[in-house]
Nanobody, 122 residues
Framework: QVQLEESGGGLVQRGGSLRLSCAASGEVFSVHGMNWYRQAPGKEREFVARITRDGTTNYADSVKGRFTVSGNRGILTTYLQMTNLKPEDTAVYYC????????????????WGQGTQVTVSS
């Protein structure tokens, strides 16, 4: 129906950078907002950043000034640019989107990607 696919994770040293991508595909009529979450081992999943269709962005306090979320027109693809990475940023990063499905109900449904691992070594 609708698929979200993250990419760009990997292993990086403290202070390094990575760029994650999340692409929506399938029966997408429109994307109303795309969020990034992360989950570290033994911890709850937490919000990282958000971008809405009009370009409004929000960030968790822990990543403000280091992470930047952006997207193409219609935010079918979004990017999470992560700089000055710290070991505490190590987690599986997930994208989640509110998607209006083509031919479906005219209100967004939530979809999740499978996650991509980010590991920051000290």
């Amino acid at each position: 129906q609708v698929q979200l696919e993250e990419s760009g994770g990997g292993l990086v040293q403290r202070g390094g950078s990575l760029r994650l991508s999340c692409a929506a595909s399938g029966e997408v009529f429109s994307v109303h907002g795309m969020n990034w979450y992360r989950q570290a081992p033994g911890k709850e999943r937490e919000f990282v950043a958000r971008i809405t269709r009009d370009g409004t962005t929000n960030y968790a306090d822990s990543v403000k000034g280091r992470f930047t979320v952006s997207g193409n027109r219609g935010i079918l693809t979004t990017y999470l640019q992560m700089t000055n990475l710290k070991p505490e940023d190590t987690a599986v990063y997930y994208c989640q989107a509110g998607v209006v499905v083509a031919g479906g109900k005219n209100r967004p449904s939530d979809f999740w990607g499978q996650g991509t691992q980010v590991t920051v070594s000290s």
